[in-house]
């Protein structure tokens, strides 16, 4: 079990800080994404949970406590059909539902979509997506 932490206040922490924050939060479940305060001489530290793993867990003496001065930034885009294939490049990400190809950037922004006859095969390469349809082939240069 493991939780990442980011300090949300600003201050240099001492080398042994982890056992000290894992005493304070012992016995509380934690979740990924929380904001969790720990009391210290009195007074409230506020801290992103990073990572909780599992999520949630329940810190206990075994519990690794790891600080980080990263954030993790995620999105989730949902769609009606199922996903058949989602392929990363340099300028965002390609998603393949059914015979549709689907350019985002990584902002999730959709900068492109067609329906495409006979979909076989989707493929990325220098910044361009590659798509195999019956018998021709079409490049997309996003």
């Known amino acids: 079990m493991k939780v990442v932490l980011k300090p949300l206040f600003e201050a240099e922490l001492p080398a042994g800080f982890e056992e000290i924050v894992r005493e ?8 990924t994404g929380e904001t969790v305060e720990v009391e210290l001489l009195g007074k409230p530290l506020p801290f992103k949970v990073l990572l909780a793993e599992p999520s949630p867990l329940k810190v206990d003496k075994s519990t690794k406590i790891e600080f980080s001065a990263g954030e993790v930034e ?3 885009l949902e769609f009606e059909g199922e996903v058949d294939d989602a392929i990363p490049f340099e300028k965002g990400f390609v998603v393949v539902l059914g015979s549709e190809v689907r350019i985002y950037n990584w902002s999730g922004q959709k900068i492109y979509s067609r329906e495409f006859e006979n979909l076989k095969r989707v493929r990325v390469a220098e910044g361009k997506v590659v798509v195999v349809h019956g018998r021709e082939v079409t490049v997309v240069e996003p």
């Open 24 to 31: 304070k939060l012992r016995g509380r479940e934690l979740k």
């Open 74 to 76: 995620e999105f989730t």
